[in-house]
């Protein structure tokens, strides 16, 4: 009996690129797993091998594009020469511009995330999470710089996230200009930082 050759992670990787441009062109909805296995050339037998299905294929996909963004934002915590305040500004501003030049022209991807934060919450909770945790690290270094003054720096991370929910979430991407969400989220971050600083 032949063994079973390993899945190459190559291959999975080909899976969610075709499967993100389908979803990106016809929607979550609309895409089925032997066009993906088409568009893969594979047969759709070959496919189910790497995926169980789709839910898998948009889950490995959805924590893809988190992961991603994740990178991009934790560039700011390394960032030499930067105030706690230039931290988070950029963070947001990071943020911002990766989900803007991920889904403002693809509507259609809306569909992935709402079919993902319906069955595969832990993956949206757990983003979250890893957001939190890197706000609540600038908050701390501005904490011992004496730039900010945050008593309980976990639900203070929190609160800065959801008031900056707008300009993070891939739902309000679309419909906006990139430079009317930036504009706005200085004016948002502006308040932000103000209540976060010492006396």
């Known amino acids: 009996m032949k063994v079973e050759e390993e899945k190459s992670p190559d291959l999975r990787a080909q899976i969610q ?31 189910y091998r790497y995926f169980e299905n789709k839910t898998e294929i948009g ?35 990071n943020k911002l511009r990766y989900m803007h030049v ?24 757990g983003h979250w999470s890893k957001l939190q ?24 991370a929190e609160a800065f996230l959801l008031a900056n929910y707008k300009f993070i979430a891939p739902r309000n991407m679309a419909g906006y200009a ?3 969400l930036e504009q706005e989220a200085y004016q948002v971050l502006a308040l932000l930082i103000k209540a976060l600083k010492k006396g």
């Not at 991009?72 to 988070?88: C, D, F, I, N």
């Not at 690290?137 to 976990?154: P, T």
Request: proline share 2%.
């Open 102 to 125: 991920h889904f403002a022209d693809h509507p259609t991807l809306l569909e992935l995330v709402l079919h993902i934060t319906e069955n595969r919450f832990d993956l949206v909770a």
């Open 17 to 47: 690129d075709a499967a993100m441009e389908r979803f990106g062109r016809f929607g979550f909805g609309k895409t089925t797993m032997a066009e993906i296995a088409r568009d893969c050339d594979m047969s759709a037998g070959n496919l």
């Open 178 to 180: 990139l430079e009317t």
């Open 133 to 156: 945790s890197m706000v609540a690290e600038i908050l701390a270094e501005g904490n011992r710089n004496n730039e900010f003054q945050v008593d309980d720096i976990l639900k203070t």
């Open 59 to 93: 889950a490995a996909c959805a924590e893809r594009c988190m992961g991603e963004a994740e990178d991009e934002v934790r560039k700011v915590l390394k960032a030499p020469g930067m105030t706690a305040q230039q931290r988070l500004e950029a963070f947001i501003l």
